[in-house]
């Protein structure tokens, strides 16, 4: 069974940035996929970013293109989420994910792993 675990979450200013990280353990296979999902106050949970653990390949919501950045860590089975110029808006619980099989990666209900989710505010 496959684990994941976030952390750097915390209270940050708008404008600052950034980074969650988002550790693996357990099976995974090349064309897994690993997705950063948020969900704010009232709202549904929402896709930002995702990247494939072997080829590194990656996908962005609309919101997050320019602003956010997923990437895989070299040495280790870690997934960041770099984050920039941080906007109240993006107040919400961030959440790691992973799915094992081929197809969408924006819809939350395709990942077969979560982590426990980690807070981010942005105070203005």
């Known amino acids: 069974q496959v684990q994941l675990e976030e952390s750097g979450g915390g209270l940050v200013q708008a404008g600052d940035s950034h980074r969650l990280s988002c550790a693996a353990s357990?099976?995974?296979?090349?064309?897994?996929?690993v997705g950063w999902f948020r969900e704010a106050p009232g709202k549904e949970r929402e896709f930002v970013a995702a990247?494939?653990?072997?080829?590194?390949?990656?996908w962005y919501s609309d919101f997050a293109k320019g602003q956010f950045t997923i990437f895989r860590g070299i040495a280790n089975n870690t997934v960041y989420l770099q984050m920039n110029g941080l906007k109240p808006e993006d107040t919400a619980v961030y959440y790691c994910?992973?799915?094992?099989?081929?197809?969408?990666?924006?819809?939350?209900?395709?990942?077969?792993?979560w982590g426990q989710g980690t807070q981010v505010t942005v105070s203005s």
């Open positions: 357990g099976p995974t296979v090349s064309n897994a996929v």
């Open positions: 990247i494939t653990w072997g080829s590194s390949t990656t």
């Open positions: 994910a992973i799915k094992l099989r081929v197809g969408p990666v924006g819809r939350p209900y395709d990942y077969d792993y």
